[in-house]
């Protein structure tokens, strides 16, 4: 390691072992954690020091430096170095056995993260409950260990220093706040072994200004725990001592906003289970008192498996959906699902294209009055008519007369030709052959269960053969008029089974253009075309597919116009095959796809302050054909473009209702020649608008040539800024 990345990799492993506590990597809210434990200087140095040496046992024995830099080490090193520091006195004997302790943490960090990791479920705060336990046991047969006396000296006596940090510590303890308010700071400033209502206080900010998400989950789960002691008569004073009320914040946190995508459900769920966790809760203390053992977060990390482990057992995923990206923040993770919701619900479907070149109508689509019934409902039948809607030029008596007749029929997807049947002339015009209803027919297997049938083809026009593998767009035949055909067209159906006729599937085409009254009026994506319609697959134009056509190696350079500054962005691809643009000097990720028909951007890690974050914005979603008459229109997350002040608002309600939106627009603004060597201009732009009302507005104008992006301008009300591209 070099010693700047060194100093950088520890601090962020010390950091982000204090704020995991509450399933955060934010440093400002470590800070405050930080600043809290030392309000009892001993017990801050024990965590902090528990917290360096656990991490760096983990370094030296080889773990995951991911892990370490995570504070998925640290956080249990954390708590069970501020209750060694609580519970004993210094002493020599106390710190060999601290050394000792926090080796044998690390061994237990090691088997249960091993272990749980293997059925998808978290470690939590098991190792330093047993260690604490082991440590506990043990130390009653220890002599030489002292145990702390947690008395309140007398102010008088004290030392300047001690007086003055005492008096700080304790400023806000006599303040009058209702018995809730007061008992809540105390629980926070207790899970670190504190007793300050301050203590509390600051890391109560801390937790607010790190997630308002996390903020109303905590003081929500509290406050039904300080209900349901009330109600049953159980003692509340309980809820600031040992960590007790900690369980109930930290399971409110884990499970309305952390395991699981914040949502009404998971707040539900979340209230319900917390009188669960308070029978479990007493239960655990009566269990271990008689053991002399502090139960801590045993009945959050208990009930926290158990659920979680339940959760994973559904076949159905309706309401509680589990966080399958962890971007330890509950607004980024609400935000980028709903948007990963609307943009790719699809995306677990096959890229299936059209079958053909050019514009060709609909004549049956799904639920077709003549044939399309039954098992054979979700199929398409497609023809070419002109601008009369007529699919015949005159006489219109022979196959040949038929616009599509003989034209080529294309694979929709990649694949290996399972099936073909040859052996069915064209019928007479008007007459059907029903003895070989299909006709002349092939069968492609996408793989993963899914198969496409195309129907009535020409007979001894196949340029394929039975296991060939084909990629989209290959050339497979010609259209004919065989079998159940009174003209000539193309039948198109998929379906699960690999037999001819099999039972048929709705099933969405990937990306297509519709027109109307002869103009192309929208871009479909993810849609089955609707009978009587003219469609299309997009034409791709050279300039625009060369230009966004980024392979793992390639380096993009721009040069402000403002400054000598150069901007730079290499392209690479992760353990995932994810496309990415990565910015070295702000540490930023830009994720992105190309499909052929569409460039676009999938998800963006970093400073929204960077280079790379504006090139996000500007290019977040490009066709890659040329229509004017279409703008291109997508949803962007919210934790990416709004104001400040009004995103708290909406985080704080996000998990019901949001009532800010950010939207993406595009469109080609100019096309200076029809050749690939000719240039281009698109224009982007994104806008916030709350309850429908635009906030705030930027707009990018990209202009393309040759060499691909040459130009990028980005307009932010009258600042105006040009990036040029060097090749």
């Known amino acids: 390691m070099k010693t700047e990345y060194k100093i950088s990799y520890w601090f962020e492993a010390t950091m982000h072992s204090y704020s995991q506590i509450f399933f955060s990597l934010n440093k400002f809210f470590a800070a405050i954690i930080l600043l809290v434990t030392f309000f009892s200087p001993f017990i801050g140095l024990c965590g902090l020091l528990a917290v360096t040496l656990t991490n760096g046992l983990a370094y030296i024995f080889g773990f995951k430096q991911q892990d370490i830099r995570e504070g998925i080490f640290g956080f249990n090193a954390l708590l069970f170095g501020l209750a060694l520091g609580y519970t004993f006195e210094p002493n020599a004997a106390f710190w060999v056995l601290f050394v000792i302790a926090c080796f044998t943490l690390l061994v237990l960090i090691a088997v249960f993260s091993g272990t749980f990791a293997k059925i998808g479920l978290p470690f939590l705060s098991f190792p330093f409950l047993i260690c604490f336990w082991m440590i506990t046991l043990a130390g009653k047969e220890l002599s030489h260990l002292a145990y702390a006396n947690h008395f309140l000296p007398n102010m008088v006596q004290m030392p300047g220093p001690a007086k003055l940090l005492s008096l700080w510590v304790h400023s806000a303890d006599n303040l009058e706040l209702p018995s809730l308010l007061r008992t809540f700071f105390r629980t926070l400033s207790a899970t670190f072994f504190q007793d300050s209502i301050l203590g509390g206080m600051l890391i109560s900010l801390g937790l607010f200004l790190f997630s308002r998400i996390a903020f109303s989950l905590a003081f929500m789960g509290f406050c ?37 995508i914040p949502n009404k459900y998971s707040y539900g769920i979340s209230i319900l289970l917390i009188p669960v966790l308070m029978l479990m809760q007493i239960a655990c203390d009566k269990l271990f008192s008689g053991l002399n053992l502090k139960t801590f977060t045993l009945a959050f990390s208990l009930l926290t498996v158990v659920f979680l482990y339940a959760l994973h057992q559904r076949w159905l995923h309706q309401f509680l959906h589990l ?5 330890y ?17 699809e995306s677990h479907h ?98 993963d269960g899914l198969y496409t049938q195309l129907s009535h083809i020409k007979k001894d026009s196949f340029k394929v053969a039975v296991g060939d593998f084909v ?25 699960h089974s690999p037999q001819i006729g099999a039972k048929t599937s709705a099933y969405p085409i990937s990306c297509f253009i519709e027109k109307r009254n002869g103009k192309v009026s929208s871009l479909k994506l993810h849609a089955i075309p609707e009978e009587n319609t003219h469609i299309s697959n997009i034409e791709t134009y050279p300039l625009l597919t060369d230009s966004f056509h980024f392979i793992p190696g390639k380096t993009l350079r721009f040069h402000k116009d403002s400054s000598n500054e150069l901007i730079e962005w290499e392209v690479a691809t992760d353990a995932w095959n994810r496309s990415f643009f990565y910015d070295k000097k702000s540490k930023s990720y830009a994720y992105f796809i190309n499909d052929g028909n569409r460039f676009y951007f999938t998800d963006f890690e970093g400073s929204r302050g960077s280079d790379l974050f504006h ?20 949803q962007v ?29 595009a469109k080609v603004k100019e096309v200076n020649s029809i050749l690939a060597s000719g240039t281009m201009q698109l224009e982007s732009h994104i ?31 009258s600042r105006k800024e040009t990036w040029v591209c060097i090749q």
């Open 323 to 327: 966080v399958t990206i962890q971007y």
């Open 471 to 495: 990629t989209k767009g290959t050339i497979l035949a010609t259209c004919g008029s065989s079998g159940r055909s009174p003209e000539p067209h193309v039948h198109f159906q998929v379906q």
């Open 615 to 634: 090139f996000y914005l500007s290019c977040y979603a490009v066709l890659m054909g040329v229509y004017p008459e279409i703008e291109m229109e997508d």
């Open 224 to 260: 039904v725990a300080f209900w349901s002691y009330h109600f049953f008569g159980a003692n509340v004073l309980e809820l600031s001592n040992n960590l007790v009320g900690s369980n109930y914040i930290f399971f409110a946190i884990a499970i309305g906003g952390f395991y699981l």
């Open 350 to 447: 096959k890229n299936i294209a059209l079958p053909f070149w050019g514009d060709w109508f609909v004549s049956q689509g799904y639920d077709g009055k003549i044939t399309h019934l039954g098992d054979w409902s979700k199929a398409l039948d497609f023809v070419i008519v002109d601008e009369n809607d007529k699919t015949y030029r005159e006489p219109g008596i022979l196959v040949g007369d038929y616009y599509c007749y003989n034209k080529p029929i294309l694979a929709p997807a990649d694949g290996y030709v399972y099936e073909i049947t040859n052996h069915t002339e064209d019928n007479v015009i008007g007459e059907v052959d029903t003895d070989k209803n299909w006709g002349n027919t092939l069968i492609l297997n996408h793989l």
């Open 329 to 345: 923040s509950a607004e980024k993770t609400v935000y980028k699902y709903l948007s990963a919701l609307s943009r790719f619900k």
């Open 637 to 665: 997350p919210l934790i990416h473009f709004n104001y400040p002040v009004l995103i708290w608002v909406q985080d704080i309600l996000a998990p019901f209702y949001l009532f800010t939106k950010a939207h993406f627009y």
């Open 687 to 717: 806008e916030a608008s709350f309850m429908g009302v635009k906030m705030k507005k930027y707009t990018y104008q990209i202009t393309l040539g040759e060499k691909g992006i040459q130009e990028l301008i980005w307009i932010n009300g």
